[in-house]
């Protein structure tokens, strides 16, 4: 029977983070993972350079039933915080676009930085440990081998082991390739915690019949857009897949989307296009609407969307024939397309988890369980979502910093 002060369930970001805390704290630290390596979200995201933070985090840029519960921990392990640290180990990087910040070489950079951090804390890190039961201990369990503030015994593959602290920080389904799983769910269940409703999120869409054979003829093509769904709305570049559409305005936009709602898109989100015919006409513009429109969009875009029923009876009139009906059917098409989406790609391709363990039963300052002293959740597992571009990457580092104060 081995006792250590705090155990960690997952060798991922927000787990890495709070075990290098805890452990510079001078916590004894044990870090168990049942996959064969460390970090492999790290490892894998943004195209493996690792889109590790953002210049600008608020907590608008996160989704949570409780939208007030990450505005202390982002307050106190901010970005910039997070900077700072690859900075002490001169780690090279750049903004790519709307202050995303990546690795300029490889997140295995990123990745060697925390495994320092948890060294220097003296942290045990077990790979390839899975953990078949943990329980809470009773009083009258204290014996020579169980310390008197132990709280927790857990089964792992590698032995038994009790522990003060227990940390789960084991994220969601997303990705099950990398080895995630529920697991972290089945454990607020078994300590009765609520689970809040769980989607793929961060995911591309899927599409069926006459919009799906839209999308693959066009698969490949990208355009910047702006793209709404409930209220929401969000410029970037949108991609046209096999399947549907992805690229990151649909991936944005996935965090607001449930089955069944309606996604309106603007192709030409930085102009007027009612405006710009007029003033086409009043200019005397000879060419065809096709030709001009091709100026403003991909050519292969243009085409299939003015051989589609709603506009083909206007796809080759010269822009001076143009009526004020055909105008209104243009920018109906062009800047309010709107679609439902059949679903999405789910968790085989989702880069988060929307939703987690209801963040009422969770203190906002040390991250630990109301209703059980010593228990702790942390990272993606929890009801906090944020958007894409840096931001559940700095819920990790900020959760794990702060539950690695307490634990």
Known sequence: ????????????????????????????????????????KILMSGGGRCNFTNYTVEP??????NPHFCISALKRYTQHDFIELVQRYELAYHEKTLGQL???????????????????????????????RIRRLSEDEMTDEVPQ????????SNGPVVCESLVIATGGPSIPT????????ELARQFGLKVTDLQASLVPFTLKGDL??????????????????????????????????????AL????????????????????????????????????????????????RF??????????????????????????????SMFQGWQLVPSGTEGYKTAEVTRGGVCTDHISSKTFEVKSEPGLYFIGEVLDVTGWLGGFNFQWAWSSGWCAGQYV
């Not at 705090?6 to 004894?28: E, F, K, N, P, S």
């Not at 990398?178 to 769910?185: C, I, K, T």
């Open 1 to 40: 029977m081995r006792f250590v002060d705090t155990v960690i369930i997952g060798a991922g970001a927000a787990g890495l983070m709070c075990a290098a805390t805890a452990g510079q704290r001078g916590r004894q630290v044990l870090v168990v993972d049942h996959a064969n390596k460390v970090g492999k």
């Open 60 to 65: 608008k840029n996160f989704l949570s039933d």
């Open 102 to 132: 990546f690795c300029d070489n490889r997140a295995k950079d990123l990745l060697a930085i925390l495994l320092a951090e948890c060294e220097l804390g003296g942290v045990d890190i077990q790979t390839r440990c899975a953990v078949s």
């Open 149 to 156: 503030q132990a709280r927790f015994e857990l089964l792992t």
């Open 178 to 185: 990398l080895g995630a799983s529920h697991y972290g769910y």
């Open 212 to 249: 799906l054979s839209l999308a693959q003829s066009l698969a490949g093509v990208s355009m910047p857009v702006s793209i709404e769904c409930r209220d929401q709305i969000f410029q970037e570049a949108l991609l046209f897949t096999h399947k549907g559409i992805s690229g990151p305005a």
């Open 252 to 299: 944005q936009i996935s965090n607001y989307w449930y089955p069944g709602d309606t996604l309106t898109i603007n192709f030409l989100p930085q102009m007027d296009l009612a405006t710009e015919i007029r003033q086409w006409q009043q200019a005397g513009v000879k060419a065809e609407l096709k030709t001009q429109l091709s100026r403003l969009l991909p050519k």
């Open 302 to 331: 243009v085409s299939a969307w003015l051989e589609r029923a709603e506009l083909q009876s206007i796809e080759s009139k010269p822009i001076a024939q143009l009526s004020r009906e055909d105008i209104e059917s243009l920018v």
